[in-house]
Nanobody
C-alpha cells in the first residue's frame, strides 16, 4: 500500500505562485506514474498534470500549460506541482494520485480511473 500526503496549498492572490508537494510512504513510487487532479465545488474531478515513472514524459491540461510544472524526486519519494500565474479559476482541492501499473502497461495516463492511490487533497484558493 502507498500513502500519499499533499501539502503546500493555501490562499494566494491572482498572479501569485504556490508549490504543492506530494510525499509518498509505504512503498517506493519510482515505477509509478504520478499525477495531479483537481476538483472545484460542484464540478467533476479533472486532470491537471502527470509524469511518467522515469520523468521523461509529462502531460498537462491545456488550461495550465505555460503556468504549471510537474516534477518528481524519486530519491525523496515526492512529486511536486509548481503553479505560477495563478488565476481564480484554479481554485480547487488538488489531489495527488499514483498509478502503480504504469510501468508494466508502458503508458502514462491522464484518466483518473487509471490511478489506484489517492491523497486526501489540499485546498488552493486564488483570490481576484
Amino acid at each position: 500500500q502507498v500513502q500519499l500526503v499533499e501539502s503546500g496549498g493555501g490562499l494566494v492572490q491572482a498572479g501569485g505562485s504556490l508549490r504543492l508537494s506530494c510525499a509518498a510512504s509505504g512503498r517506493t513510487i519510482s515505477t509509478y506514474a504520478m499525477a495531479w487532479f483537481r476538483q472545484a465545488p460542484g464540478k467533476e474531478r479533472e486532470f491537471v498534470a502527470c509524469i511518467s515513472w522515469s520523468g521523461a514524459l509529462r502531460y498537462r491540461t491545456d488550461s495550465v500549460k505555460g503556468r504549471f510544472t510537474i516534477s518528481r524526486d524519486n530519491a525523496k519519494n515526492t512529486v511536486y506541482l509548481q503553479m505560477n500565474s495563478l488565476k481564480p479559476e484554479d481554485t480547487a482541492v488538488y489531489y495527488c494520485a499514483a498509478d502503480s501499473n504504469a510501468y508494466y502497461r508502458g503508458t502514462t495516463s491522464t484518466v483518473k480511473e487509471s490511478y489506484d492511490y489517492w491523497g486526501q487533497g489540499t485546498q488552493v484558493t486564488v483570490s481576484s
